[in-house]
């Protein structure tokens, strides 16, 4: 396992629509294993492979508290969105001095493939949900720049 440089803003392959993953192997599991140690040591909860500069529709997320529950989905679609709604910041590790409020919502449910290839559905709700939207829009060349409704400005006290 290695760390991949995290691509910033600006480079053109962040705006780029991903390549389905046809090929289940070695290198896909080499790349999702380099994403996740790269997200980790970047303190990111979710990384997506345009994000190290590769064109394949792969990501890795870990939103739980104590940095045991990554999850890997290659090849991912939501399938479901809930109507009700989230309101929350959202940052970026491609735009590291951007964070901003952000509407996405409370509950999706998504099918993906694990790295062997084995597809799953799986449904989540919260910071879950909105990880797996932040990351599956970067798949379709979708950055956080465009979904900012409003600035995100630290308080002097945190």
Do not use: W
Request: charged residues 30%.
């Amino acid at each position: 396992m290695a760390l991949r440089n995290i691509v910033k803003d600006g480079d053109p392959v962040l705006l780029k629509n991903c390549k389905p993953v046809e090929k289940f192997d070695s290198r896909l599991a080499q790349l999702l294993d380099d994403m996740a140690d790269t997200m980790y040591n970047a303190e990111g909860l979710g990384l997506a492979a345009p994000q190290v500069g590769i064109i394949r529709r792969a990501v890795v997320i870990d939103v739980s508290q104590d940095r045991s529950g990554l999850i890997e989905l290659v090849n991912p679609v939501i399938i479901e969105r809930s109507d009700e709604s989230q309101y929350g910041t959202e940052g970026c590790l491609s735009f590291p001095e951007m964070y901003g409020y952000v509407t996405r919502p409370k509950t999706v449910k998504f099918r993906a493939q694990d790295r062997f290839g084995n597809e799953y559905e799986k449904e989540v709700s919260d910071l879950f949900a909105r990880a797996v939207c932040h990351e599956l829009d970067h798949l379709d060349g979708r950055v956080l720049p465009t979904y900012i409704e409003a600035p995100y400005e630290a308080d002097e006290s945190e």
